[in-house]
């Protein structure tokens, strides 16, 4: 099961994340270079009440230069 769907699964099931959940989840997006839904992933938290925190912002900002490094290539 893929951390998506187990990401998912938890949620539905009334598990409600943390900055450490969100944080996970967005690195491990960047480790399978699907960057550009990083910026998705860290408005969902901040949306769902969640305060981003330094480690949060930083995968922010590293799916931004992988997503802008991929458009100059």
Not at 12 to 35: C, E, H, Q
Not at 38 to 62: F, N, Q, W
């Amino acid at each position: 099961m893929n951390v998506l769907l187990q990401a998912a699964t938890a949620y539905s099931n009334g598990v409600k994340p943390d900055v450490v959940t969100y944080t996970t989840l967005m690195k491990a997006l960047i480790r399978v270079d699907k960057f550009h839904k990083v910026p998705v992933v860290y408005e969902e938290m901040i949306l769902s009440g969640c305060t981003p925190d330094k480690k949060a912002r930083a995968m922010l900002r590293s799916a931004l230069r992988y997503m802008k490094q991929a458009v100059k290539s």
